[in-house]
């Protein structure tokens, strides 16, 4: 089970939303780069990083961080937020981030995933956030009307090579992730899948382990850490990937 601290960038700084709510953020104070080498120093071997300055204008608008970041640390790191183009996903790999997270853009334009994934082999996540069993897309400000289940079918085949699935209503609300769905996820899809949203608690990543579905590659953790809810110390205790 690999565990993916989360750092999410917004105007240079790590931040969290609730429910991916922009006006609802708390600010942290530590830099993006400071905070990736505190989870390399206590031996993480993944991160989990959205740029929340690229959701919203659709541009690679914090790759000096991320360049920062590969450079300083040997860390594996997924990156997403508003990546909508190829150009984006070349400036990502070429900084030498191990997953490229595609979401609404691939949620939008099927094809757009399917060359994606032929042009970029191992290089995409799927990103799929969903709130009442639907996904949702443009930074979870839009309903698509497409089930979930209903899409995954349609892209099963194209070739990501990684999925990440979201509770939007468990997103930074520390309620726990919602694992059900995340399973009903994972039984369906052709690659391995990232539990994400709602971990509120180290018990949170020892259930995520006991389920034992072989399918289930990770978990990420975000605002529980930055609260303090889990100690990094402890976290570390159940790495092993």
């Not at 468990?170 to 399973?183: A, I, L, Q, V």
């Not at 006991?210 to 850490?225: M, Q, S």
Request: hydrophobic fraction near 35%; charge should be negative.
């Amino acid at each position: 089970m690999k565990i993916f601290p989360a750092i999410d960038i917004k105007d240079k700084k790590c931040v969290r939303l609730i429910k991916g709510d922009f006006n609802n953020k708390t600010e942290y104070e530590m830099s993006p780069v400071e905070q990736a080498g505190k989870y390399n120093d206590h031996g993480f071997k993944n991160l989990h990083i959205v740029d929340l300055d690229g959701a919203l204008t659709g541009e690679t608008v914090n790759i000096d961080i991320i360049e920062k970041i590969v450079g300083k640390f040997d860390l594996k790191i997924e990156i997403g937020g508003g990546v909508r183009n190829f150009e984006s996903i070349q400036k990502y790999t070429d900084a030498g981030v191990e997953k490229v997270i595609l979401g609404s853009a691939a949620i939008k334009d099927k094809n757009f995933l399917k060359e994606a994934c032929q042009k970029f082999p191992d290089k995409i996540a799927l990103g799929l956030d969903a709130k009442d069993g639907f996904l949702s897309v443009s930074g979870w400000k839009e309903n698509s009307n497409l089930k979930i289940l209903d899409y995954l079918k349609e892209v099963n085949d194209f070739g990501a090579s990684r999925l990440i699935y979201t509770d939007i209503n468990r997103d930074g609300m520390k309620m726990s992730p919602n694992f059900d769905e995340t399973e009903n996820v994972a039984n369906n899809s052709n690659c391995p899948v990232i539990i994400s949203g709602g971990v509120s608690s180290i018990d949170d990543i020892k259930k995520a382990k006991e389920l034992g579905n072989k399918n289930i590659e990770g978990i990420i953790v975000g605002k529980a850490i930055y609260d303090g809810d889990i100690k990094l110390d402890e976290i570390a205790k159940e790495i092993d990937a």
